[in-house]
Structures are given as structure tokens and as C-alpha cells.
Nanobody, 115 residues
Framework: QVQLVDSGGGLVQPGGSLRLSCVAS????????GGWYRQVPGKQRELVARINSGGSTNYADAVAGRFTISRDNAKNTLYLQMNSLKPEDTAVYYCNLEGVTINYWGQGTQVTVSS
């Protein structure tokens, strides 16, 4: 069973930055695509950013140019660097690890952007 532990959330002022981390217990971490999603109460979980095994990335329009997803395969870790944060970025952020036969989620970390 793969476990994902995400962390790094918190309270930040508008314009500030946070870096989320997600450590995976997967043995073949480097072969999987990783992603970050977010969810606010009453809404569906939405994609923030994804990175595939080759390092190619894609972003939601709302965060493109402000957020950067990356991975360190030696540490089995996904990152999400979030800059120029806005109040509308407030949500619970979840990391995801996906392959042909797997689809795992972290427990979520709260990000609150408020003055």
C-alpha cells in the first residue's frame, strides 16, 4: 500500500509564498505521474498542476505563472511552490500519485490566504 504524506500548508498573506511537499512510500515513484489538486467546501476537487515521469508539466489557468510543480525522485517527493498567493487560492491541497494500476491521494493540507 502506497502512502502519501503532504505538508507545508498554513496561513499566508496575499502576495506571499508557500511550498507544499508530498513524500510517497512508493517503490517505483519515478515511474508515476504526480499532481496537486485543491478543494473548497461545496465544490469539486480541481487540478492545480501535474508532472509526468519525464518531467513535463501542466497547470490550471488560474495558477499558471505563479505556481511551480517539481519532483525529486531520489527523495520520493513532489513539491508545489506557490508564489503571489491570492485569497481565491484558499483550499485544502491534495497530492496525487497516478500510474496505470495505481491512484493514491495524500491526506490534504490546508492553505489559507488572508490578511
Amino acid at each position: 500500500q502506497v502512502q502519501l504524506v503532504d505538508s507545508g500548508g498554513g496561513l499566508v498573506q496575499p502576495g506571499g509564498s508557500l511550498r507544499l511537499s508530498c513524500v510517497a512510500s512508493a517503490r517505483l515513484f519515478s515511474l508515476y505521474s504526480g499532481g496537486w489538486y485543491r478543494q473548497v467546501p461545496g465544490k469539486q476537487r480541481e487540478l492545480v498542476a501535474r508532472i509526468n515521469s519525464g518531467g513535463s508539466t501542466n497547470y490550471a489557468d488560474a495558477v499558471a505563472g505563479r505556481f511551480t510543480i517539481s519532483r525529486d525522485n531520489a527523495k520520493n517527493t513532489l513539491y508545489l511552490q506557490m508564489n503571489s498567493l491570492k485569497p481565491e487560492d484558499t483550499a485544502v491541497y491534495y497530492c496525487n500519485l497516478e500510474g496505470v494500476t495505481i491512484n493514491y491521494w495524500g491526506q490534504g493540507t490546508q492553505v489559507t490566504v488572508s490578511s
